[in-house]
């Protein structure tokens, strides 16, 4: 069943790679993904397949039925892109201005697509049922995970099992992890507001810049000072924005930034620590401050008995993989919701493009992947499945 199941992802590598390079082509952004939900839709319905669109939004699921009587496995990719302007010379290169496929969803789609097409044409063989969750909103929280969940995906599920194309390690690695593999993500934003002037005349002002200059430094002694050594977190200020003419002393200056956490307790502890430093750095320029902080996603912790089961499936693939394991990334992913609810592990296969020394990093202008990382992501996928 196997072999049958590798032969037939082997025979649709070329339809994986036309369906990747259309949805390359044709991005959409989070929550914004219709004609990308719909294509996906009718993909399934030409097939025959059991399906439901607008699952949580724009979330598509399908169903393979075997059968023999098994376990019930979900296997998701997430389709969403990002705003981001290709910047690629590709025949593939997006049609849509300032919005790519920057992380690899693209290729996340096409490689369960055609698992699920090889699924169905072998459903005579199989026992159980495979839930295909096509995930929209992976890149913005709150995300399409949270509603899908609440419209029902994982009913009946016993596991789930999801991918990432790691564009930055090799093709041919599969990296893995125990416990938690990606953290959280909470985004933070703080408005300082101050008294503007004449730039000749700060005497007679409330310099914004000056004190959210201040609040960026003290930021920085949180994980520094706050946060034991053994544990991981990342405070970033990625956003200042303060427009003013040359001579113009402003009056109000906003700061953007991201948490990233794997502890709950620090996760807490940090946000209530930058509340603590602007009240403090405020109170001593004598300004008033607007804070706000939005939790995103928790962080993807990993369940040991379906990770170890993984690690065996990955020694069964015919072609010569690595395997890995991989270190916490601080990345953020809403799979995390889904490891709530069901057992499972989430993994990142190698995607390096062939010929370069270093491959772009995810969400960068010139992001791309080697689309042969889609068929071993689908044959460990598939081998995963079956098996458990």
């Given at each position: 069943?196997?072999?049958?199941?590798?032969?037939?992802?082997?025979?649709?590598?070329?339809?994986?790679?036309d369906i990747r390079r259309y949805l390359h082509k044709h991005p959409e952004l989070s929550f914004q993904e219709i004609n990308t939900?719909?294509?996906?839709?009718?993909?399934?319905?030409?097939?025959?397949?059991?399906?439901?669109?607008?699952?949580?939004?724009?979330?598509?699921?399908?169903?393979?039925?075997?059968?023999?009587?098994?376990?019930?496995?979900?296997?998701?990719?997430?389709?969403?892109?990002?705003?981001?302007?290709?910047?690629?010379?590709?025949?593939?290169?997006?049609?849509?201005?300032?919005?790519?496929?920057?992380?690899?969803?693209?290729?996340?789609?096409?490689?369960?697509?055609?698992?699920?097409?090889?699924?169905?044409?072998?459903?005579?063989?199989?026992?159980?049922?495979?839930?295909?969750?096509?995930?929209?909103?992976?890149?913005?929280?709150?995300?399409?995970?949270?509603?899908?969940?609440?419209?029902?995906?994982?009913?009946?599920?016993?596991?789930?099992?999801?991918?990432?194309?790691?564009?930055?390690?090799?093709?041919?690695?599969?990296?893995?992890?125990?416990?938690?593999?990606?953290?959280?993500?909470?985004?933070?934003?703080?408005?300082?507001k101050g008294q503007g002037g004449h730039g000749a005349q700060p005497h007679k002002t409330k310099d914004a810049i000056v004190t959210?200059?201040?609040?960026?430094?003290?930021?920085?002694?949180?994980?520094?000072?706050?946060?034991?050594?053994?544990?991981?977190?990342?405070?970033?200020?990625?956003?200042?924005?303060?427009?003013?003419?040359?001579?113009?002393?402003?009056?109000?200056?906003?700061?953007?930034?991201?948490?990233?956490?794997?502890?709950?307790?620090?996760?807490?502890?940090?946000?209530?620590?930058?509340?603590?430093?602007?009240?403090?750095?405020?109170?001593?320029?004598?300004?008033?401050?607007?804070?706000?902080?939005?939790?995103?996603?928790?962080?993807?912790?990993?369940?040991?008995?379906?990770?170890?089961?993984?690690?065996?499936?990955?020694?069964?693939?015919?072609?010569?993989?690595?395997?890995?394991?991989?270190?916490?990334?601080?990345?953020?992913?809403?799979?995390?919701y889904y490891l709530q609810h069901v057992k499972g592990t989430f993994f990142f296969t190698g995607a390096k493009p062939e010929g370069?020394?270093?491959?772009?990093?995810?969400?960068?202008?010139?992001?791309?992947?080697?689309?042969?990382?889609?068929?071993?992501?689908?044959?460990?996928?598939?081998?995963?499945?079956?098996?458990?």
């Amino acid at each position: 069943m196997i072999n049958k199941l590798f032969q037939k992802l082997e025979a649709g590598y070329e339809e994986m790679v036309d369906i990747r390079r259309y949805l390359h082509k044709h991005p959409e952004l989070s929550f914004q993904e219709i004609n990308t939900a719909g294509y996906i839709k009718k993909y399934y319905e030409d097939l025959g397949i059991e399906v439901r669109g607008n699952v949580g939004g724009n979330g598509v699921v399908a169903k393979i039925y075997g059968v023999k009587p098994g376990k019930t496995i979900a296997l998701r990719a997430d389709f969403d892109a990002l705003p981001i302007q290709d910047e690629k010379d590709v025949p593939y290169k997006s049609l849509v201005p300032g919005v790519m496929h920057a992380c690899g969803h693209d290729g996340h789609t096409a490689t369960l697509l055609v698992l699920a097409k090889a699924l169905h044409e072998l459903r005579d063989e199989l026992q159980g049922t495979y839930v295909m969750i096509h995930q929209h909103a992976e890149e913005y929280a709150p995300g399409g995970a949270i509603s899908m969940i609440e419209d029902g995906c994982l009913e009946g599920v016993d596991a789930i099992f999801g991918t990432h194309l790691w564009a930055t390690e090799p093709t041919g690695v599969i990296q893995y992890r125990k416990g938690p593999i990606m953290a959280a993500a909470d985004r933070f934003e703080i408005t300082i507001k101050g008294q503007g002037g004449h730039g000749a005349q700060p005497h007679k002002t409330k310099d914004a810049i000056v004190t959210a200059s201040q609040l960026v430094i003290n930021l920085q002694q949180i994980v520094s000072r706050k946060v034991n050594p053994v544990d991981s977190a990342v405070v970033t200020v990625g956003s200042f924005l303060s427009e003013n003419a040359f001579n113009i002393i402003a009056d109000k200056a906003t700061l953007i930034g991201t948490v990233r956490t794997f502890n709950e307790d620090t996760r807490t502890s940090i946000e209530k620590e930058i509340q603590r430093i602007v009240k403090g750095t405020c109170l001593t320029t004598d300004t008033e401050y607007e804070f706000e902080y939005f939790r995103g996603y928790p962080a993807v912790v990993n369940h040991e008995e379906e990770t170890d089961f993984l690690i065996e499936c990955v020694q069964d693939l015919p072609e010569p993989i690595e395997l890995e394991e991989s270190e916490p990334q601080m990345t953020g992913e809403d799979f995390s919701y889904y490891l709530q609810h069901v057992k499972g592990t989430f993994f990142f296969t190698g995607a390096k493009p062939e010929g370069v020394a270093t491959a772009y990093p995810h969400h960068h202008p010139k992001f791309d992947i080697n689309e042969k990382a889609m068929l071993i992501a689908a044959k460990t996928l598939g081998i995963a499945a079956l098996k458990y």
